[in-house]
T-cell receptor, first 116, second 114 residues
Framework: GAVVSQHPSWVICKSGTSVKIECRSL??????MFWYRQFPKQSLMLMAT?????????EQGVEKDKFLINHASLTLSTLTVTSAHPEDSSFYIC????????????FGPGTRLLVL | GENVEQHPSTLSVQEGDSAVIKCTYS??????FPWYKQELGKGPQLIID?????GEKKDQRIAVTLNKTAKHFSLHITETQPEDSAVYFC?????????????FGTGTQLKVEL
């Protein structure tokens, strides 16, 4: 099956610093990837759609200058949380649709971010 | 936009019993309905999905049913085991051929007790 990886799996940073999270599709190409945010005991909330070779599209209420997305290749998308603050602490998860299997979406293992 | 409601929010069953989780969606154009299992601290794992051209799909102990007219779909787990304990999310989307945005339900915490 399709595998999506994320790095790092967890990160602790000081308030005001920037953090980059990588999402990779390991055995398939993904022209589109999705970034979600999940708070404890809540559902997944879509933040943005990452498009290879073009700008990401953000969901309403998500600050594009705060959450920078770069989809540099067909297997890699990155999410950078800029000037992180404690309220940005969350579980960030990416997904990629495997178009070779009817657009089934496969999720990464998630990245736990804690901003002190 | 699409809105997905999911019930119940928590479900406790005895090992060996069946568990049923129900979801309703609002957008009649939605045609793809996956179910994900999420264990604590991990990403969601696809367990089964169904497209709108079928009414039921089964994979061993797991089955999903879809009623397009009523716009609801359900997950059925039979012969539950302790390892089935997790949070389950339903989702709905419209297949576009290039990457479909999923709208998730609020999740169901399933606990299988010995």
């Amino acid at each position: 099956g399709a595998v999506v990886s994320q790095h790092p799996s967890w990160v602790i940073c000081k308030s005001g610093t920037s953090v980059k999270i990588e999402c990779r599709s390991l055995d398939f190409q993904a022209t589109t990837m999705f970034w979600y945010r999940q708070f404890p005991k809540q559902s997944l909330m879509l933040m943005a759609t990452s498009n290879e070779g073009s700008k990401a599209t953000y969901e309403q209420g998500v600050e594009k200058d705060k959450f920078l997305i770069n989809h540099a290749s067909l297997t890699l998308s990155t999410l950078t949380v800029t000037s992180a603050h404690p309220e940005d602490s969350s579980f960030y998860i990416c997904s990629a649709p495997w178009t070779g299997f009817g657009e089934t979406q496969y999720f990464g293992p998630g990245t736990r971010l804690l901003v002190l | 936009g699409e809105n997905v409601e999911q019930h119940p929010s928590t479900l406790s069953v005895q090992e060996g019993d069946s568990a049923v989780i129900k979801c309703t969606y609002s957008d009649s154009a939605s045609n793809y309905f996956p179910w994900y299992k999420q264990e604590l601290g991990k990403g969601p794992q696809l367990i089964i999905d169904i497209r709108s051209n079928v009414g039921e799909k089964k994979d061993q102990r797991i089955a999903v049913t879809l009623n397009k007219t009523a716009k609801h779909f359900s997950l059925h787990i039979t012969e539950t085991q302790p390892e089935d304990s997790a949070v389950y999310f339903c989702a709905a989307s419209i297949l576009t051929g290039g990457g479909n945005k999923l709208t998730f339900g609020t999740g169901t915490q399933l606990k299988v007790e010995l």
